[in-house]
Structures are given as C-alpha cells and as structure tokens.
C-alpha cells in the first residue's frame, strides 16, 4: 500500500510504532532524495553518506516536526542543506577554490562507472556543475525535480522572486557553456 505523507505522519504521531512508519516514510522518499543529493555531490558515495545524515536528522527531527511544510520539502530542505554543507567543507578543508571543486566534480563524472548519459547529456551535467552550489540547487529542482517555485521557496529558505532570478541566470550559464 503507498501512503500519503500525512497517511505517514499520522502513522508516526498517533500510530503504535513509530518505528515502522519511518521505516515508511524512508522507503517513500529516499530514491528522490539520493537523486537531489547526488546531482549536488556527484559521487555516488558521498551520495549514499548524505543520505544517512538525512534521515538521521530527519529521525531525530520528526517528533518536533510542526506540519507547516510538506513532508517532502521538509526532507528536501535537510538534503539540500546536508549537501551544500558538505561542498562547503570539501572546500574549506582542502582549500580550493570554486573553480577547483568544478574541476574535481566533473573529473568524478567523467570517472563515475554508473554514468550512463550520452555526450551531450555529459555535456549539460558538466554546465550544471560550473553553477555556484546554490544556483545549482535551485535549478536541480527546477529543472530535474520539477519542483514549483513556492514549494522551493520552502526548500531554499529564500523568495520565489529570488529563485526565478537565480533559475534564469542559471540557465543563461548553462546555454553558454553548452554553445562554446
């Protein structure tokens, strides 16, 4: 039986076991999540350990969870966040420049075994990653997740003006990449 997400939080705040129902809420929504942190990360690794941190925040978030967002832009909020704090980490800890994290991303594509785009899907990826990590959050779910620009608003933190803004530059750089 596939539930709803208040199905699963009705599940988990009035249910007999918890437990079970996260075990639910996990099934339901990890594939989408991997797939937004992995267009971040890259590597399919590191994918998989963000994956763990977000359902370990979410776990341990839930019982305060106060139902004014969505269950799927909640989760969607903690995976963004999980996966810009680890670029910004990878960053810092190895002192690199935007530019040299673009490189190392795209090195981590053109190496990834389970890669199975053709050139020029390579080539939108590879435009994708040159985005500042932000920008490319936003069009990851614009653009892969199909997400509105409200319910991003909820995901990003920020407003809906300020998302079609970034959207719009983000597709300009994409373009010119993908036209030189």
């Avoid at 992995?38 to 590597?43: A, E, K, N, P």
């Avoid at 939108?124 to 490319?136: G, M, S, T, V």
């Amino acid at each position: 039986m596939q539930y709803t997400d208040d199905e699963l939080l009705k599940l988990f705040f009035e249910g007999d076991n918890p437990n079970y129902a996260f075990n639910l809420i996990v099934r339901k929504h990890q594939e989408s999540v991997y797939w937004l942190v992995r267009r971040m990360v890259v590597s399919h690794d590191d994918a998989n350990d963000i994956v763990q941190d977000v359902f370990l925040k979410a776990w341990q978030g839930l019982p305060f969870f106060r139902k004014d967002a969505a269950l799927f832009t909640w989760l969607y909020r903690i995976a963004t966040n999980e996966s810009l704090s680890f670029l910004k980490k990878k960053k810092n800890r190895f002192m690199l420049p935007l530019i040299d994290v673009s490189k190392q991303l795209e090195e981590t594509l053109e190496a990834d075994v389970y890669y199975r785009g053709s050139e020029i899907e390579k080539k939108i990826q590879k435009a994708i990653l040159k985005l500042p990590d932000k920008q490319r959050a936003v069009f990851n779910l614009r653009y892969h997740d199909e997400m509105k620009y409200e319910e991003m608003a909820e995901v990003m933190g920020t407003s809906v003006g300020a998302l079609k803004a970034s959207y719009h530059h983000a597709v300009k750089k994409i373009e010119k990449y993908i036209n030189t």
